[in-house]
């Protein structure tokens, strides 16, 4: 699977440690950086790993900054991306079981690099289950999108 990863600087240090993790189960990372900790803006590594995931150059993508929050929050501004905020392992397979995620978002000063890299892997190595209540619920997320980027009547 190619994965696309960013981070800003609060994410940097984790970001480094899961692209190595995620070579080390076979999959083809592509990194949109940052590459440094001095301060730079989230927004500005969400999108390109969005925009990559959105077009199918990435089959899913994973952010990290601090918290998670902003990365999550942005990546969920990006039509078609599902982005969850997970710090713990449950909440990663039901992200992906029941809302079929595409992007995952964490945060470094929340978890530390072990409970990352599991979080990761049962992620990376759960199937949507494909039910129909999951599908209907997803498909109204998306009509949600589609409603949000048409023309409002003010009456």
Request: aromatic residues 4%.
């Amino acid at each position: 699977m190619k994965i696309a990863i960013g981070a800003d600087h609060g994410g940097y240090r984790l970001k480094e440690e899961l692209a190595s993790f995620i070579r080390s189960l076979g999959h083809e990372i592509e990194d949109v950086g940052c590459d440094c900790e001095q301060s730079v803006d989230y927004p500005d590594y969400a999108l390109p790993v969005c925009e990559r995931v959105k077009s199918g150059k990435a089959e899913r993508g994973i952010l990290v900054c601090g918290t998670g929050i902003g990365m999550s929050i942005a990546a969920n501004k990006t039509a078609g991306i599902r982005c969850a905020l997970v710090h713990d392992t449950f909440s990663a397979k039901a992200t992906r079981e029941h809302n079929d995620t595409n992007v995952l978002a964490m945060g470094e000063r929340v978890i530390g690099p072990g409970l990352a890299q599991e979080i990761v892997r049962i992620w990376l190595e759960t199937p949507f289950s494909e039910e129909q209540r999951h599908v209907g619920r997803i498909g109204k997320v998306m009509k949600l999108e589609e409603n949000a980027s048409s023309p409002s009547t003010v009456i």
